[in-house]
């Protein structure tokens, strides 16, 4: 079973992005960048797959620039096989990676896809779902837990007030949610050997895929700043005021 996971290159969470002074978007200038978080857990599951012997090979792709190799090689440093980074000039919104990514799909036949459930930049929670969509796959959206059984996946996932275990006929879209795994810390062995590997780069002209905008950035802005709290002296003093003021008891 081949599986391809998809990586996304964004700001490092733990960078705190501050918004431009025209309010035109978010100054990513000379910040640090990793792979999206929920995309290292895709790559984790992957590897876990091959490593169980259900998984032949793991093959990662990515849509961006060249600086976006960086992210194929943490993937290969955890134990993917092979990288495809699809070139693009301009950042694509989610129907247009969707779109990417179902050419790449065409192009390798996997039989498991697996995602992020959405990119910590955007929050979009969109490209596996239109992925799903232009393939034809069953989709399993939110897993906590996959187990492969045969020319299926039974897949748990995370809905709101409990979990809920589907199966899903292969191939098919997973994406994942936090608690499926706890990726691995990558050696600096693996790190030397994964600089070596060859990756494949394929323009996105050349997929014949319309990747056009569709979207507007009208306007970026900070949250409202929190105003300051208060201490009050008594219980009775903190009842009154959730009672009276807050109105949430
Ligand atoms: P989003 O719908 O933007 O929240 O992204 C959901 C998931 O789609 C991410 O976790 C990635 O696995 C994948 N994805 C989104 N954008 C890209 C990209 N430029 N290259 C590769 N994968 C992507």
Redesign the pocket.
Known sequence: MKVMV???RVVDYNVKVRVKSDGSDVDIANVKMSM?P??EI?VEEAVRLKEAGKATEVVV????SSASQDVLRTAFAMGADRGILVDCPTV?E?LA?AKV?KAMVDKEQPQLII?????ID???????QMLAALTGMPQATFASKVVIEGSEALVTREVDGGLQTIGVQLPAVV?TDLRLNEPRYVTLPNIMKAKKKEIETIAVDSLGVNTAHRLKMLKVSDPPARSAGIKVDSVAALVDKLKNEAKVI
């Open positions: 998809t990586v996304k999206n929920f995309d895709a792709v990515t849509c961006g694509l989610p990676v990514l995602m992020g459930k959405q990119a955007d929050d979009c929670n969109q490209t596996g994406t």
